[in-house]
Every structure is written in C-alpha cells, then in structure tokens.
C-alpha cells in the first residue's frame, strides 16, 4: 500500500492546514460511505472498520495495565499508535504503521497526527505523544489516548469538534483522569464519545490507573451506553453528546 508523507514533526502550521481540509470534508463516495464499525480489545486497542479501510488504533503488548489482556493480533490498513510504548503502539498488526507527527495519505484516507505532551508536565517526564485525528465512514475521528496534558487553544483548534472522541480516562501519569477527561470532551463537544485505557477490576501489579466510573460521574447528565466489545455508528449521527462505554 502506497503511504504518502506530506509533513514530518511537530509542525503545527502544516498540520493546521491539513486538518483544516478535513473539517471542510473530503468528497468521495468511500469517505461518504454509511458508519463504521468499532471492535474494542480493551487497554486503549481499537479496530475501526468502514469507508473501505480499517484502522487499529493503539495495539499492545499483555504488560503493564494492560497485562493479562488478550494481545490484538489483527490485520489493518493502517495502525496509529500514541507512541511506540508497547502498551499502546506494539508493531504486532498487519499494514502501515504510524506513530509520529505529520499529516498522511494511506489508500486515500488522510490521517493527522500532532505532538501533545504524554504527562502533566509539559513532557518533561514521559516525553511527547501523537494525537491522532482522521476521517472514516463519513466520519470525523480524535484519537486522545495517549495524553495526560490540558488542551492548548490550537489543539482546540486543530480537532474541531469530532463525531467521535476517544479518550483516555483511567488516571496515572500518562493518562486523563475522570474530570480531567470530561472537561476535554466538554471543550471538544464530540457526538459520540468512547472512554479508553482504564481497567476493569483490580489493577495488575504496578498499573496506575483506575476504572470509568469517576469519568462517567465526572460528565453527570450525560447518556452513557454500555455497548460491549462491539459498536455499529451511523454517518448521520444525532447532536447530542453519547458516551459508548465498550468493555
């Protein structure tokens, strides 16, 4: 498969423009194409399937908090990954790997990605991710879950307001915890929400991260769904914020 690199780095400027071209819609009958469909792993491990691609986002490996979870083994068009950590951008799919910044074209899809601070501190501990942001199944993607750091007005900027945000939530040093979370989906006012790395249960040995709940009582008012593993959208989704809790 053809990857087209039109940018590399950090560079905020050229990934303005590019993601400027994804709010204003991308023609084609694939992009148009109606929803997608959403396999969780769990951890933060997606598989996006829809608009003739499919998208892994952040496989891992079976350590840290994502000890004791099945390793998502499946092939992709492409994977992006928050960073090459083994819990959330282990090489173990099929097809295109991203993990750095830059703006790419993978078989006709357009993928944005953009350097956020991993931790609370400005990076100086844990260094950078990549947010990702694409579109899909006549859809708009955010991929936050590789970042614990407030968003900058041109992060703000940069994701628009996504159909569909995903998040992580469960806390620790790399993550959003549950207010920090929901006070980023109530900037971004995505339609559909997906919550992501956070455990279910006691947490394996060393894992600093908690569960859902403080995210779910953190965004009060909001309609939580709890879907399972498995998640079907429309292209044509509904105004209101939904939280689609999937394990």
């Keep these: 498969m053809t990857v087209f690199l039109k940018s590399q780095g950090p560079g905020r400027a050229i990934a303005f423009l590019a993601a400027s071209t994804l ?24 598989l996006i399937r829809g608009g003739g691609q499919s998208v892994l986002v952040n496989p891992f490996r079976a350590v840290g908090c994502a000890a004791g979870l099945a390793e998502p083994r499946v092939s992709a068009n492409v994977t992006l990954a928050s960073s090459e950590l083994p819990d959330e951008g282990a090489r173990i799919g099929g097809g295109t790997y991203l993990s750095k910044p830059g703006s790419y074209r993978v078989g006709g899809m357009d993928l944005e990605g953009f350097s956020a601070p991993h931790d609370r501190m400005g990076g100086r501990r844990f260094g950078n991710a990549t947010i990702w942001r694409w579109q899909q199944g006549g859809l708009n993607f955010a991929h936050l879950g590789g970042t614990a750091a407030p968003l900058s007005g041109e992060d703000r900027v940069l994701l628009g307001r996504p159909d569909v945000l995903i998040i992580g939530v469960g806390g620790g040093g790399k993550v959003y915890d549950g207010e920090e979370a929901a006070e980023v ?51 044509n989704l509904n105004d209101s914020t939904v939280i689609e809790v999937m394990r």
Excluded: K, W
């Excluded at 006691?202 to 953190?218: K, N, W, Y």
């Design 23 to 46: 709010l204003s819609g991308i023609s084609g009958s694939a992009v148009r194409a109606a929803g997608v469909s959403i396999t969780s792993y769990g951890h933060s491990a997606l």
């Design 185 to 235: 989906v109530r900037q971004l006012n995505p339609h559909r929400v997906i919550p992501v790395q956070y455990v279910n249960g006691e947490a394996p040995s060393g894992c600093d991260q908690g569960g859902v709940q403080p995210f779910l009582d953190a965004m009060g008012g909001t309609q939580v769904r709890q879907v399972g593993p498995s998640l079907s959208l429309p292209s």
